[in-house]
């Protein structure tokens, strides 16, 4: 519960100094941690609650995306959450601020991570109302890399696939096809040959089994992009796959 973190911040202190690894979520617990301790296990100087109807997911290049499920929310919320932390313009962020559209947070960091004593990372956000497989991927990842690969459930167990893409000249569709052993969060972004991502052309939960998901050739504005080479990036859990698409007019 937030109003007992503190009351133990000492101890949590001690640990991640002896090189203990610590993970902190809930539902406005970063914001009632100690100034004192997020400066010196965080290397956090500011912290923002956002008080308004915004938040709807994290977005990081570490590790998986992280959508909240409608279902785990009131349905006054409408699909979003309120009271989310924030930490404007730290260079510890793992995490982006998603939200909805012409919010004025897209894009600030709304979780932490620092390895200078032990390994720290704290959510601004909590876990349980996000999907079921974004959060259990995400722990899927935390876990490896706090050395429980070897105790890790099978429910955790690493998600590996490849995906394939024909034809490889666009004019104008593209199909990339990949297979899902386990229920995952898929999503597929398109980048041109500056690193810029000018598509998103699924994000969303997928059963097992094979599918096909199909780029027109358009970017987010359902706009014809022009000619020449791009690159898709398909995620799934934690594991990723690029491949270059050539667009031919």
């Not at 932390?85 to 709304?110: A, K, M, R, V």
């Amino acid at each position: 519960p937030v109003h007992h973190i503190n009351s133990n911040i000492a101890k949590l202190g001690s640990y991640l100094t002896a090189g203990g690894k610590l993970l902190i979520s809930g539902w406005k617990t970063a914001g009632q941690i100690e100034d004192g301790f997020l400066r010196d296990f965080l290397e956090c100087e500011l912290t923002q609650q956002i008080m308004d109807f915004e938040f709807t997911g994290a977005e990081s290049d570490y590790y998986p995306d992280l959508n909240i499920d409608p279902d785990k929310l009131n349905i006054a919320f409408n699909g979003t959450l309120p009271f989310v932390i924030i930490f404007p313009d730290n260079e510890e962020g793992i995490y982006d601020f998603i939200g909805s559209e012409g919010n004025p947070y897209q894009g600030e960091p709304c979780a932490l991570k620092n390895d200078q004593f032990g390994t720290c990372m704290l959510l601004g956000f909590p876990l349980y109302y996000m999907y079921n497989a974004d959060a259990e991927d995400f722990m899927n990842q935390i876990l490896e890399e706090f050395g429980f690969s070897d105790h890790t459930p099978a429910l955790y167990s690493k998600l590996e696939f490849k995906s394939s893409i024909y034809p490889t000249i666009c004019n104008p569709v593209s199909h990339i096809s990949f297979d899902l052993p386990v229920e995952s969060r898929v999503k597929l972004d398109i980048y041109n040959l500056k690193g810029e991502k000018i598509k998103t052309v699924i994000n969303e939960v997928l059963n097992p089994g094979k599918h096909i998901v199909t780029w027109n050739g358009t970017d987010n504005f359902n706009q014809a992009v022009s000619s020449g080479i791009y690159f898709y990036r398909i995620k799934a859990g934690k594991d990723s796959d690029i491949k270059k698409v050539i667009i031919l007019k």
